[in-house]
């Protein structure tokens, strides 16, 4: 039977090797998971004074310094033959720096162009010719909404009025689907008699063949009085404005969430696009490594599958920053060679401008979340809600009543996109650049608590796409990556992480403790210096096992 003496001697082995081997399993474990994050993480560069240009996009000297991160992607609508996964792999680089104190971020990729490169894009549309939409014009419910009666053998007539927020059909929730219309109320000769412009049938087709219709009758709440003659509309001032009609659930998501292909050819093909996704939050610790790629989910216009996210999403036409763009300069309420209307607010700094440098393009800023993809910003006139200042109405923004300042600004993030030729083909090219923070942009309003908000030394998730236009892609067909970690690298990195030091320090102190421990006399001989100079640790290792 083994002494007391060999009883000590096996538990302070037994516990020095639990101690060794508690660092080294760390430390494995660290190391492979520092392997596999680096194996999906691009580090975004500290460059001290770094400019850009965006006339040319990734020609920039500190770019050359920056290595590229091969990004593989994969089809979003994975079927036989399908449009979707023409691309590949696409190339990122990042990098940021300071300017006048405010610290930007820039994102540059690269991708070999698959088909035409489409500077003249058209119009998406479905294999049997319809246009695809995930809905009509989106508004807010309220009083702008407004039902076109009409009879189907006689189209040249129809009574109009205001629809309950109840009866507004609408995607998602809050959001009507609307067709823009505009009321005429003229006086000939003391008679007074009203036209609707602009109206249209259940499939989208224009109501009368285009041509104006006569209204029979009126009665239209705006905003809170309730109009119920033509000679009131006019004396009220609303002549010419444009209201919104109730489009019959006309491209509903699900109408097109059976398509596998859009229709294209040779000469008829949509624009190409860049997207990098933010992730922002509201999703399981490791939905990133089970969910692997953004999931949008079918049958609706865009909606994440967890959590929320902002995407900058920038087309080759109508966004990009050139002039063979047939939609140049783009959907905005600014143009660019003209002063902009809006003013950021003093507690946003930005001295570059962003949004407003020249030879640059605009991005559509977006939200998405479990219920849609929306815009960020004051534009109502586009084919996704917007999320916006509550206190100006899509009514006073269409007729030019609204101050157009007020509104979130959605040109917060500049681009630059060229096509650029080289010996192993064509490749499209574009630049993002923002500051690291929105806070204050709206005024207050709350357009940050929708974007990423970025600091030195954090770790973001953020997934890439790729539609290539001139091959068919567009819309839910395009290339997706899985999401990747984007580290941000201070611009001090000189400091030391804890592991290091845990390793370190246990790979020196384990011995030490063994051979005090085994050498009794050591211990006894040598136990006040021990404690009260050289090793403080032991000094509250004693202590512990005193009180104990």
């Known amino acids: 039977m083994p002494n007391g003496n060999n009883i000590t001697t096996l538990l302070i082995l037994a516990f020095v090797f639990m101690v060794a081997l508690v660092g080294v399993a760390y430390g494995i474990d660290f190391v492979l998971n520092s392997a596999s994050a680096a194996a999906n993480t691009i580090t975004a ?7 850009i240009d965006e006339a040319t996009p990734g ?4 770019w050359q310094s920056i290595p590229w991160t091969t990004v593989p992607l994969e089809p979003t609508v994975p079927v036989p033959n399908g449009i979707s996964g023409q691309t590949q792999e696409v190339y990122i680089k990042a990098a940021w720096t300071y300017i006048d104190g405010v610290p930007y971020i820039f994102i540059l990729m690269r991708s070999p162009v698959v088909g035409q490169p489409s500077w003249l894009a058209c119009p998406e549309l479905t294999p049997n010719g319809q246009i695809w939409e995930p809905f009509g014009n989106p508004e807010p419910v309220g009083w702008w909404v407004v039902n076109v009666s009409y009879k189907v053998d006689n189209q040249s007539v129809a009574s109009v009025y205001t629809l309950p927020d109840s009866e507004q059909i609408g995607y998602p929730p809050g959001q009507a689907l609307t067709n823009p219309i505009t009321i005429y109320v003229y006086n000939v000769s003391g008679k007074i008699y009203g036209q609707i412009v602009g109206a249209i049938d259940p499939n ?19 905003n ?3 109009i119920t003659s033509l000679s009131q509309f006019l004396a009220m001032g609303l002549n010419g404005t444009t ?3 109730d489009t019959y659930n006309l491209f509903y998501p699900e109408d097109t969430a059976g398509y596998v292909s859009l229709f294209s050819n040779s000469s008829y093909y949509y624009p190409d696009r860049f997207a990098i996704m933010w992730l922002l939050g509201g999703v399981p610790k490791d939905w990133t490594q089970v969910a692997y790629t953004p999931h949008m989910i079918p049958g609706t216009s865009g909606a994440l599958s967890a959590g929320q996210a902002e995407i900058w999403f920038l087309n080759s036409n109508p966004r990009a920053n050139n002039t063979q763009d047939s939609g140049y300069p783009g959907p905005t309420f600014f143009n660019r060679t003209s002063p902009p209307p809006y003013i950021h ?7 570059l401008n962003l949004g407003y440098l020249p030879n640059q393009g605009l991005i559509a800023d977006l939200f998405t979340n479990g219920s849609s993809i929306y815009y960020i910003g004051g534009n109502y006139q586009a084919s996704f809600p917007s999320i916006d200042n509550p206190h100006i109405t899509p009514w006073a923004v269409w007729n030019g009543k609204a101050n157009l300042s007020l509104l979130w600004d959605p040109a917060v993030v500049a681009t630059g996109f060229q096509f650029v030729n080289t010996p192993t083909g064509t490749y499209m090219i574009a630049e993002f650049a923002r500051t690291f923070s929105t806070v204050g942009v709206s005024g207050g309003q709350g357009e940050s608590h929708y974007q990423i908000q970025l600091q030195p030394g954090h770790t973001y998730y953020v997934a890439f796409a790729v539609f290539q236009g001139g091959a068919g892609e567009s819309v839910d067909f395009k290339s997706i990556s899985f999401w ?16 290091p030091l845990f390793l370190i320090s246990n790979a020196i102190s384990a011995p030490i403790v063994a051979l005090l421990l085994l050498n009794r006399k050591v211990i006894h001989n040598n136990i006040k210096v021990i404690i009260n100079v050289k090793y403080p640790f032991i000094k509250m290792l004693r202590l512990i096992k005193n009180g104990s």
């Open 45 to 51: 560069y500290y460059v001290p004074n770094a400019q």
């Open 484 to 499: 990747w970690r984007l580290y941000i690298q201070p611009d001090n990195a000189n400091s030391m992480t804890f592991l």
């Open 224 to 226: 809170g009085t309730q």
């Open 59 to 62: 020609q920039e000297l500190f």
């Open 243 to 245: 209201w919104f009609q």
């Open 204 to 222: 989208g087709n224009p109501l009368n063949n285009g041509n104006p219709i006569n209204i029979t009758s009126i009665n239209l709440n705006y």
């Open 345 to 351: 607010y003093p507690q946003y700094k930005d001295p």
